[in-house]
């Protein structure tokens, strides 16, 4: 009778393992959709969060093109704040939202894109190189994968935007050059080939590199924060939980962004330097990352390549806690972690 109830008791573990695992495993990441709806999710709310202002005439728009550009007088790192005061005082709250269609015309899909291929880049290299899904190797492929993706798709967008931002800058003197995004297209293609679409792609691939390091320290530091914050006995409560996920999170994802942005932000000036338009005479002054770094370097100094560097972390950390916050949110939301 021992060995009867052993026996059963022994089938009943045996089988029971792999029930409790193949209900629970794969509700992490193997609805692949499911983080592109959660990243264009976390871009939605970052692009409204953080719709930069509408800048008078003479001055770069705020966080979006710090001193990338060789020109002393612009200090956005002075000007920021006096600025924001100026526009409320003289146009209300609503200024403040100028420009968001553009803003999510480019945020959104690279969001959806970036976390989609990292969602799914984190399963599928799990099950190539045969390791668990919180494996800094898995968590680094994946995020070098989803920049170069992200980067790729949503170059051309980035490059007339950065464009118009520039084109813009020089109203005072008359000077446009581009009607709208469609004419900026139009004009690029003609004078510059498709491939003018992709200036500024290598320097965005080296970007990759601060994806990287911004994921992985993030899944690190998350995964710390969650584990002193949540009691002992593992019994928080549902809200308990919550309050937890979104702490370890929004610590874990603005400390990481810091840190990854303060490694990798020359890739910033450079890239922006290589989507400027030609000179008048129809020659870029800057032709290549290699040539763009030493040209920067040589009459700027080291300092040209950190240009910037403070409205830049106003503009991206923020960002980088909303965006990740909500990527989280709708995961746990639809039972995917």
Known sequence: MMQQSSKIHGHTAEES???????????????????????????????????????????????????????????????TLRIIGN???????????RGLGPSLAGVVP?????????????????????????????????????????????????????????????????????????????????QEGIRGLYKGLSASYLGSVETALHLVLYERLKTMMAQSLGSPDGKDTAAQ??????????????SAKFAAALIAYPHEVIRTRLRQAPLENGVPKYTGLVQCFGLIAKEEGMAGLYGGLM??????????IITLGVYEFVLRFVGTS
């Open 87 to 97: 526009i409320y005082k003289a146009e209300g709250w609503r200024a403040f939202f």
């Open 241 to 254: 939980k919550e309050i937890t996920s979104w702490i370890s999170t929004t610590g874990a994802a603005g």
């Open 110 to 190: 690279a969001t959806a894109i970036k976390f989609y291929v990292y969602g799914n880049c984190k399963r599928i290299g799990a099950q190539v190189f045969g390791l668990g899904e919180d494996s800094t190797l898995i968590h680094a492929q994946a995020a070098i994968s989803a920049g170069i993706a992200t980067a790729t798709a949503t170059n051309p967008i980035w490059l007339v935007k950065t464009r118009l931002q520039l084109d813009r800058a020089q109203t005072a003197t008359g000077a446009r050059r581009y009607r709208n995004s469609l004419d900026c297209v139009q004009q690029v293609l003609r």
């Open 311 to 320: 409205p830049h972390m106003v503009r991206s950390i923020p960002s980088a």
């Open 17 to 79: 393992v792999p029930l409790r695992t193949s209900q629970t495993a794969p509700k992490k990441s193997h609805d692949p959709w499911t983080h592109l709806i959660a990243g264009a999710s976390g871009g939605v709310a970052t692009a409204i969060v953080t719709s930069p202002p509408r800048c008078p005439p003479n001055t770069s728009p705020i966080g979006l093109l710090p001193t990338y550009l060789p020109n002393p007088r612009l200090d956005p790192n002075h000007k």
